[in-house]
């Protein structure tokens, strides 16, 4: 974005972190604007990698659309470097916007902000989720002012018509479910203030509790079940009383769920993980992911295959064995047998 800001031009996915664009196409990242511009999956066009043998392929063209074959482009992205090493990419960038409007609102319940969550029904460019504990310690750790309760923060992009069009939009449907006083950011320095309290709720988190280190993880399900999925997961940390933080894209049904963790209580570490694997198996029973946009790691490997089922696992196997006969690309990813 840096380098095609004089362009009018810019590039919407942003998962945060200290994120490359070649980590983002090995994992099919996605993040805060997914809602509107999609994932990684939509957004790369073609790919250069190495593969295990040394070759140099490419896949893939800048043209709209092909029906040329596999399409090895997508099979490369989110394959987190089990087939082949990417060595260059080729993404869609989009103009930017004409207008930009930000605006936090918050709810008397959780229920409240996921419900107009999923009333929304319009092309909404971003919309987060925090609930009420997270924004108190946004507010204890950043020196925020922000009202305590459950929040969302949304941003709206297009033409000053279609902005407008969608913020009234929105505005009917919160202010249905209970949404108080909206507080609306138009420029660039009023949108980045805004926005802190959702970029900061990680390190908020983990500053929250010293010496403390968080487990986090992702779950994705479909919009309608959101509420199912979501309330669920937050009165089950609540009533272990472990300290945690929750933030989400629930514009897309995806959530995070950091569980702060004192390492030296293994107690703690093992609740934190009884707590996992319940919202995982909750989001797959809802016809949902073990992991939105997380990846498949230590904590989600167990999942995979009740998610896809033998036949795609024993098909993923394949695939790896044929690309990668002797194993040596992340071979720690690959499952047994």
Excluded at 146 to 155: F, S
Excluded at 218 to 238: G, Q, T, Y
Excluded at 249 to 255: K, P
Aim: charged share 20%.
């Amino acid at each position: 974005n840096e380098a095609v800001k004089s362009t009018g031009l810019f590039f919407p996915i942003d998962p945060g972190a200290d994120a490359t664009i070649g980590g983002m196409s090995a994992t099919r990242a996605s993040g805060t604007n997914a809602v509107r511009y999609g994932t990684m999956r939509e957004n790369v066009l073609a790919l250069e990698v190495v593969t295990a043998s040394g070759e140099v392929i490419r896949t893939g063209t800048r043209a709209k659309k092909s029906s040329a074959g596999y399409d090895l482009t997508r099979l490369f992205v989110g394959s987190e470097g089990t087939l082949g090493v990417i060595t260059e990419v080729t993404v869609r960038i989009y103009p930017l916007p004409e207008a930009i409007s930000a605006a936090i609102c918050s709810f008397p319940t959780i229920a409240d902000a996921v419900q107009t969550t999923i009333q929304m029904g319009v092309p909404i460019a971003r919309c987060e989720l925090l609930d009420t504990n997270t924004v108190r310690i946004v507010n204890q750790q950043s020196r925020l002012a922000l009202r305590e309760g459950d929040m969302l923060l949304m941003e709206f992009h297009g033409s000053p018509a279609s902005v407008q069009e969608q913020v009234e939009t929105v505005q009917a449907i919160a202010s249905e479910n209970g949404g108080q006083t909206f507080e609306w950011a138009s420029t660039p320095e009023e949108r980045t203030r805004l926005w802190t309290a959702r970029h900061n709720a990680y390190f908020s988190g983990i500053q929250s509790r010293p010496g403390c280190r968080a487990i986090t993880t992702d779950a994705c399900v479909p919009i309608s079940r959101l509420a199912d999925a979501l309330l669920d997961s937050v009165a089950e940390v609540k009533a272990s009383g472990l300290p945690y933080f929750m933030v989400g894209h629930v514009g897309d049904g995806n959530f995070h769920m950091g569980y702060l963790i004192d390492p030296n209580q293994p107690q703690e570490t093992a609740l934190a993980e009884q707590l996992n694997v319940k919202l995982v198996k909750r989001a797959l029973d809802l016809g949902g992911t073990c992991t939105g946009e997380h990846g498949i790691g230590l904590h989600k490997m167990a999942f995979l295959e009740s998610e896809a089922g033998s036949g795609a696992m024993d098909m993923m196997r394949a695939i790896k064995r044929a690309l990668d006969p002797d194993n040596i690309l992340n071979p720690g990813k690959v499952l047994a047998p």
